[in-house]
C-alpha cells in the first residue's frame, strides 16, 4: 500500500480551508468594528491559508516523486473504493501525466493567488478570512476533478465545484456586475452539465452487465464500448457541449468576459486557468476515448469552431476597453487553439494542447495577477485601459513583468507558451491544413492585443490622476529626457513599483514562464505519451511526412567535425 | 575542430549580460554599461578563436554542427539545441560582434547622460544574444526563437524613450509588421514538418530537390514573407522609417547593420528550397528590385539625417535580396554586400548621431549646413562612408555592389536587361540622396543660429564616439578591397553557398563599369550643383508630386490604413457590437424566454381547488387517449 497522495492531495485543502475559516471565530465581526483584534485575526487567517498551501505544494512534490515518467500515458498514483456499489459508482482517482500537470496548476497557482489576495476585499478581514477558505475549498475540487476516474465522480465534481466558484464570483467580486455575473456563470454551466448528465446514464446502460461484471463508471470500463453510431454521437455532443461551455468556445463563451470583468483577478486565475481546463480535459480524456466514432466524425465541426473562436476571441479582445475583460478574451482565443490541438488528433496536436492547458493557465495567471496590481495602483480601482499610461517610467517592474506576461499571451519564443502553440500549429497542419493556415494570423492580431494594451498602460506620459506631473510633460515635444525630471519622478512616484509580496508572485510566474519556455523538456515529457494514447484510442495515427522517413544527411561535410 | 564547444557560449554571454542588467536593478546603475561593452567584447573574442580554428582546416570540413542535446522532443518532432559553426554563420556572428562592440562602446558617451543607460545596455545585450542564435541556429524552430527575438530587442529599442507616445507607437508597429512576416516563417516550418518530417537545416534543405515545385515555391514565398518583415522590404517595409526614433546607435546596429539583414541570411541559408522553386526565386528578385527603387526614391527626398538613411537602408537591403534572387551566382555577394554595408551604414549612422549630438538632437538637414568646419573628424569618418556608399573605386561599397549590378546583367530573355538596368538606375539615385544628405549637413552656408534663442553650439563628440565612427570608416575603405583579393570571399563562402560558374553578363564587364560610374558622377555633381552650390532653402519647397509623394514615403502609410487598418477596426467594433447584440444577447433572450414560460406556468397554479381537479379530468384524459390511441 503506497501513500495515497492524490486523496491528501484532495483531503488537505478541505482542512486548511476549515483552519481558515475558524481563525475568525470568537473574535467578532472585526471589519464592522476596524479593532485591532480584527486586523489579528485578518492576519491569522492570511497566514494559515497560505501555510495551508505551500504545504499542498509540498504534497504535490511527493506525487511528482511518485509519479514515473517512462510510464506518463498510464493512470498512477491510483487509489479505487466503492463509493455508491448499488450503482457501481466508485471513489476512483489516478492521474496520466496531463492530469498530473493539471493537478500542479492548480496548485501550484492557489499560493500566489492568496498572496495577491493579500490587501485585497477591501481592507475587510472577515471577508478576506471568507475569501480564503473559500479559494481552498475550490482548490480540493480542482484537484479531484482532474484525478477522477469514475465519470460519476466526474459529473458530481464538474457540478460541485461550481459552488465554491458561484460564492468567489458573487459574493467576492470586485464588479458592480458580480451577482448577474455569477447568476449567467452558473446558468451556463448548470445547462451544459445536466445534458451531460442525461449522457452519462445513457452511457452507464451501454454497458453490457453480463460481459463486464458489475456495471461500473469507471472511464477504463467505459473506453472501448460498442456503441450504436447514431447514440454515441449524441452521447458525444452532450458530453462536447458541456465541455465547450467551461472551455469556452465561439458561440458559447459570453458568460466569461462578464465573469472576468466582475470578479476579482484572483478568482478569475483559478476559473479561467484552471476550472475552465476541465472542459478541454474532459474533450480529450473524455469525448475521444469513450466517443473515438463520434470524435472523429464531429471533428470538422469542432475544428472550424476551434478556428472561429482562435480569430474572434484575438478580434474582441483587441476591441476592449476594460483590462480583465481583455484578458477573458484572450483566453477564448487560445482555448480556441487547445481545442484545435486536441481534434487534429495527431500526437504532436493533442501534446501540444495537453502542454498548453499547463501554458496557458501559467501565462493567463500571471496576466490576471499582474493586471489585478495595475488596477490596485488606480485610486479608484478603475479596470479601464483609457485610465492609465506611463507606468513603465514610474513602476519598471511592473511594467516588465506585465510585459513578460503580454508577450507569453503572444506565445513569444523563449516563453513556455510558444512551445505549445507552435506544437498546436505543427500538428494540426498534418490534418487539417486549411485550418491550420486560418489561424495563422492569430499570431499578429495577439501582438496586436497585447502590444496595444502595454502601449496604452505602460508608454506615454502618466496621466494627472495617478500623479504625473506637468514638468514630465513638458518633455514631451521634442528635448530627451532631462535627467532630473526622470529622477524626481521616481521618487515621489505615487504609483509605486511592485513590493516584495507582489514580486514574488509575479517573478514566480514569469519565471515559470522562462523556465517552461527554455526547457520545455520539464513538461513535455508528461504530455508526449498521453498524447499518442490519445490518438490510438480515437483510432488515428500520426501522418507520416510526403517525402518519406527522414533522409539522412547526405551531405559530405555535415558531421565530420563536431 | 576543438573550439566548436564555444559556439553556444556567443548566444549565453550576451544573455548572461542582459540577465544580470535586468534582474539587478538599479544597482547595477554605475557599471553596467561596462558589463554590457565586456560581454559583447567577449562574444567577439569568442567568435575570432573559432575563426581561426576554422580558418585552420580544408574548405569541405569547414561546415559543424554542436548539438547541446535535445531541445525539444515530442510525438512526431524532434528539435535539438544545436549551433551551426559554418563560413556563413560565422561571417554574421563576427559582423555583429565587432560592429556590435563598437556600438556598444558609442553608446557609453551617447547614452552617458541618459539615467536609463543600464536598461539601454541590457536590451543591446540581448539583441546580440538573440541575432547570434539567430545566426548559429541549426533548425528552423531554433533560428525562429532568434528572429522573434531580436523583433523583441528591437521592439524595446525602438521604443527606448517610450515616455513619448510616438516612440511607443513606432516600436508597436515595426513588431506588428514583423509578426505579420512571422507568419511566413510559421507556415514555411509547417510544410517542411509535413514534407520532411524535420525542421532541421541539414534534414530539409537536404530533402529540398526532392520537394515537387509546388510546396518548394510555397516554402520559397513563405521565407520570402518573413524576410520581407524583418528586412523592411516592399511590401512590409513601412516600419523601418519610424523605427528610427530609437536612439540613433541602435539605428546604427539593429536597423542597419546587422538585424534588417536577417531576411538575407535567411534566404541564402535557405538556398537549395530557392533552387527548387524558380518562380519564388523570382519573386525574390523581384521584390529586391522593387525595394531597392523604392528605397532610393524615399531617400531623395527626405529632410530628417535618419530617415534618409533609413530609406537608404531599404534600398541596400533590396540590392541584397535582388541578388539573392539570382541564383548562385548571387549569393556570395549579397553577403559580401551585407557585411561591407553593415560597415560603412553604421559609420554613417554613428556619424549622424554624432552631428545630432553637437547640434542638441535636431535631425533636420535643412537647418544642418557647414558643418564641416565644426565636426571634422565626423565629416571625414561620414565622408568615406559617402564614398563607399556610391561605389566609387577603391572604397568598400565599388567592390560589393558593383558585383551585385554585374551579377544582375547576366541571364536570358528579359531579366538581365530589367533587373541589370535597376540596380544601375538605383547606383545613380543612390549617389545622388547620399551626397545631397553629406552636402547638406557639411557643404555650404550653415543654416542653424549660433547665438540667441535656439542657438547651436557644435562641437566635436567625445573620443568614446569618435573611436567607433574612425574605425568603421577604415572599414569603409578598405574592408572590401581586402575580402576581395584572391576572390578571397566568394570562396571562403563556397562551403556555405556552393561554388557559382562563371557566365558572362549580356553586357561587356567594363562597360557596365563605365556606365555605373559614370551615373554615380552623374548623380553626385547633380547633389553638389543642388545642395553645396545653391542655397538650401530652410523651409521643404512645394514640389512636383514625386516629390511630395517621397516626402510621405511614397504614402505607404494611408495605403496600410486604407488596407488593413481600416477594415480591421471596423470588423472590430462589428464584432465588439455583435457580441454584445446577437451572441451575447441570443442567450439572454433564451433565459428571459424561460422566465417568461415560467411566469404563465405560474399562473395555473391559483391556489382553487376546482382548477387543479379540472387540469387532473384533462390529465386523465389524455392519458386515456393515448392508451386507446397505442392499444388500438
Known amino acids: ?562 | 575542430m576543438q573550439t566548436l564547444g564555444l559556439a553556444p557560449w556567443l548566444v549565453g554571454l550576451p544573455l548572461a549580460g542582459a540577465a544580470v542588467l535586468l534582474l539587478g536593478g538599479r544597482r547595477t546603475d554605475r557599471w553596467g554599461h561596462w558589463l554590457g561593452v565586456l560581454a559583447s567584447t567577449a562574444a567577439f573574442a569568442v567568435g575570432l578563436v573559432l575563426l581561426a580554428d576554422v580558418l585552420r582546416l580544408p574548405a569541405d570540413e569547414r561546415v559543424a554542427v554542436h548539438s547541446l542535446g535535445t531541445w525539444l522532443e515530442v510525438g512526431t518532432l524532434q528539435v535539438d539545441a544545436a549551433f551551426r559553426v559554418d563560413p556563413l554563420s560565422l561571417t554574421f556572428v563576427l559582423l555583429v560582434t565587432f560592429v556590435g562592440t563598437l556600438i556598444h562602446l558609442y553608446s557609453v558617451a551617447y547614452m552617458a547622460h541618459d539615467v536609463d543607460r543600464r536598461r539601454f545596455f541590457a536590451y543591446l545585450n540581448l539583441f546580440v544574444a538573440a541575432m547570434l542564435l539567430l545566426v548559429l541556429a541549426d533548425s528552423y524552430l531554433l533560428l525562429f526563437v532568434g528572429w522573434e527575438g531580436v523583433g523583441v530587442a528591437s521592439f524595446l529599442l525602438i521604443g527606448f524613450w517610450d515616455h513619448r507616445r510616438e516612440n511607443a507607437v513606432a516600436g508597436k508597429k515595426a513588431f506588428v509588421m514583423n509578426r505579420v512576416g512571422d507568419m511566413g516563417l510559421i507556415v514555411a516550418m509547417m510544410l517542411m514538418l509535413w514534407q520532411v518530417g524535420s525542421l532541421s537545416f541539414g534534414d530539409v534543405l537536404g530533402a529540398a530537390g526532392g520537394m515537387s515545385t509546388g510546396v518548394a515555391t510555397a516554402i520559397g514565398l513563405m521565407l520570402l514573407l518573413a524576410a520581407c518583415g524583418k528586412s523592411a522590404q516592399f511590401p512590409l517595409q513601412a516600419w523601418l522609417g519610424d523605427a528610427m526614433a530609437g536612439p540613433t546607435p541602435v539605428s546604427a546596429l539593429i536597423h542597419a547593420a546587422t538585424m534588417v539583414t536577417a531576411g538575407v541570411y535567411l534566404l541564402v541559408r535557405s538556398a537549395p528550397v530557392l533552387e527548387a522553386a524558380p518562380t519564388a526565386q523570382l519573386v525574390v528578385a523581384v521584390v529586391g528590385a522593387v525595394t531597392l527603387l523604392f528605397g532610393a526614391v524615399v531617400g531623395c527626398a527626405k529632410d530628417d539625417i535618419k530617415k534618409a538613411l533609413a530609406a537608404s537602408t531599404m534600398s541596400q537591403i533590396g540590392y541584397m535580396m535582388l541578388a539573392a534572387g539570382l541564383g548562385p551566382i548571387g549569393y556570395a555577394f549579397a553577403i559580401f554586400h551585407l557585411v561591407t554595408h553593415g560597415f560603412f551604414k553604421a559609420g554613417l549612422f554613428l556619424g549622424a548621431g554624432s552631428v545630432m549630438h553637437a547640434m542638441d538632437d535636431s535631425v533636420d538637414m535643412r537647418r544642418f549646413g557647414g558643418l564641416g568646419r565644426a565636426l571634422p573628424v565626423t565629416a571625414v569618418t561620414m565622408g568615406l562612408g559617402w564614398l563607399a556608399i556610391l561605389g566609387v573605386p577603391p572604397f568598400s561599397g565599388y567592390w560589393s555592389k558593383d558585383k551585385i549590378i554585374e551579377a544582375a546583367f547576366v541571364g536570358e530573355g528579359w531579366r538581365p536587361w530589367v533587373f541589370g538596368t535597376v540596380a544601375l538606375v538605383g547606383a545613380g539615385i543612390t549617389a545622388f540622396y547620399m551626397s545631397r544628405l553629406f552636402f547638406m549637413t557639411f557643404a555650404g552656408r550653415r543654416r542653424w543660429e549660433s547665438e540667441g534663442e535656439g542657438a547651436r553650439h557644435p562641437h566635436e563628440a567625445p573620443f568614446l564616439m569618435r573611436l567607433p565612427m574612425i574605425v568603421l570608416a577604415v572599414g569603409s575603405v578598405a574592408l572590401g578591397g581586402l575580402l576581395t583579393l584572391g576572390g578571397g570571399f566568394t570562396t571562403w563562402l563556397e562551403p556555405v553557398v556552393g561554388h557559382a560558374e562563371h557566365h558572362d553578363p549580356v553586357l561587356p564587364v567594363w562597360l557596365i563599369i563605365t556606365l555605373t560610374l559614370v551615373l554615380v558622377v552623374l548623380g553626385a555633381a547633380l547633389a553638389f550643383r543642388l545642395y553645396a552650390v545653391q542655397q538650401v532653402p530652410v523651409e521643404p519647397p512645394a514640389s512636383n508630386a514625386l516629390v511630395r509623394a517621397a516626402r510621405r514615403d511614397l504614402y505607404q502609410d494611408p495605403v496600410n490604413e486604407t488596407l488593413a487598418m481600416l477594415p480591421g477596426q471596423v470588423a472590430t467594433r462589428t464584432l465588439v457590437y455583435a457580441d454584445r447584440t446577437v451572441v451575447d444577447s441570443a442567450f439572454l433572450r433564451l433565459a428571459s424566454g424561460v422566465r417568461r414560460a415560467g411566469d404563465g406556468l405560474r399562473r395555473s397554479q391559483n391556489g382553487y381547488v376546482r382548477s387543479y381537479a379540472a387540469t387532473t379530468l384533462g390529465g386523465l384524459l389524455v392519458v386515456a387517449a393515448v392508451v386507446w390511441a397505442l392499444a388500438y
Open chain 1, 1 to 562: 500500500m503506497t501513500f495515497p497522495w492524490l486523496t491528501a492531495l484532495i483531503v488537505w485543502p478541505l482542512l486548511a480551508a476549515l483552519a481558515t475559516a475558524l481563525t475568525g471565530v470568537g473574535r467578532g465581526r472585526p471589519a464592522a468594528t476596524g479593532t485591532g483584534a480584527g486586523r489579528f485575526g485578518g492576519t491569522a487567517a492570511r497566514v494559515v491559508a497560505l501555510a495551508g498551501a505551500l504545504v499542498e505544494v509540498l504534497l504535490l512534490v511527493g506525487a511528482f516523486t511518485a509519479f514515473d515518467t517512462t510510464r506518463a500515458g498510464e493512470h498512477q498514483l491510483a487509489e479505487t473504493h466503492d463509493w455508491i456499489p448499488a450503482i457501481g459508482a466508485s471513489y476512483a482517482v489516478g492521474v496520466d501525466g496531463v492530469g498530473l500537470l493539471l493537478v500542479a496548476l492548480s496548485v501550484g497557482l492557489v499560493p500566489l493567488v492568496i498572496l495577491a489576495a493579500w490587501r485585497e476585499q477591501g481592507g475587510d478581514d472577515s471577508r478576506l478570512r471568507r475569501y480564503l477558505a473559500v479559494v481552498l475549498v475550490l482548490e480540493a475540487f480542482m484537484v479531484a476533478v482532474f484525478a477522477a476516474r469514475d465519470v460519476f465522480l466526474f459529473y458530481v465534481l464538474f457540478e460541485a465545484m461550481l459552488i465554491p466558484a458561484y460564492f468567489l464570483i458573487g459574493g467576492f467580486g470586485q464588479g458592480a456586475q458580480r451577482r448577474y455575473a455569477a447568476v449567467k456563470f452558473l446558468l451556463y454551466s448548470l445547462a451544459g452539465g445536466l445534458i451531460m448528465l442525461v449522457a452519462v446514464i445513457a452511457l452507464y446502460l451501454q454497458v453490457p452487465a453480463a460481459e463486464r461484471g458489475p456495471r461500473t463508471f469507471l472511464t477504463e470500463n467505459l473506453t472501448g464500448l460498442e456503441l450504436g453510431t447514431t447514440e454515441g454521437r449524441l452521447m458525444f455532443a452532450a458530453f462536447f457541449l458541456a465541455f465547450a461551455i467551461k472551455a469556452p468556445l465561439v458561440p458559447v463563451h459570453s458568460w466569461l468576459p462578464d465573469v472576468a470583468e466582475n470578479a476579482t483577478p484572483g478568482t478569475s486565475t483559478l476559473l479561467v486557468c484552471v476550472l475552465d481546463k476541465v472542459g478541454t480535459f474532459g474533450m480529450l480524456t473524455l469525448c475521444l476515448p469513450l466517443f473515438p466514432e463520434a470524435s472523429r466524425w464531429a471533428a470538422p465541426f469542432v475544428i472550424v469552431l476551434a478556428v472561429v473562436s482562435i480569430l474572434y476571441g484575438a478580434i474582441l479582445a483587441i476591441g476592449q476597453s476594460d483590462l480583465l475583460r481583455l484578458v477573458g478574451y484572450t483566453s477564448v482565443s487560445h482555448f480556441g487553439f487547445i481545442v484545435l490541438g486536441i481534434f487534429t488528433f495527431t500526437s504532436l496536436g493533442t501534446s501540444g494542447s495537453s502542454l498548453m492547458m499547463l501554458n496557458h493557465g501559467i501565462s493567463t495567471g500571471a496576466l490576471f495577477l499582474v493586471a489585478g496590481f495595475v488596477i490596485a495602483r488606480h485610486p479608484a480601482r478603475s479596470q479601464r485601459i483609457a485610465d492609465y499610461g506611463g507606468l513603465r517610467t514610474v513602476a519598471p517592474v511592473l511594467g516588465g513583468t506585465f510585459l513578460v506576461a503580454a508577450l507569453s499571451a503572444a506565445a513569444l519564443p523563449g516563453l513556455a507558451t510558444f512551445v505549445s502553440e507552435v506544437m498546436v500549429f505543427l500538428g494540426a497542419f498534418g490534418r487539417a491544413p486549411v485550418a491550420a493556415l486560418v489561424a495563422v494570423p492569430a499570431v499578429v492580431l495577439a501582438a496586436v492585443y497585447v502590444l496595444l494594451t502595454y502601449q496604452r498602460i505602460f508608454t506615454g506620459t502618466v496621466p494627472a490622476h495617478l500623479g504625473g506631473d506637468a514638468a514630465r510633460e513638458a518633455t514631451d515635444d521634442g528635448t530627451p529626457p532631462l535627467e532630473d525630471t526622470v529622477s524626481r519622478t521616481r521618487e515621489d512616484a505615487p504609483v509605486r513599483d511592485l513590493d516584495a509580496r507582489e514580486r514574488t508572485v509575479a517573478g514566480v510566474l514569469v519565471g515559470a514562464l522562462l523556465v517552461l519556455g527554455l526547457v520545455p523538456g520539464l513538461a513535455l515529457r508528461y504530455v508526449d505519451a498521453p498524447g499518442q494514447v490519445a490518438v490510438e484510442l480515437v483510432g488515428e495515427s500520426d501522418p507520416p511526412p510526403v517525402l518519406g522517413a527522414q533522409p539522412v544527411d547526405a551531405r559530405p561535410t555535415e558531421g565530420s567535425l563536431s
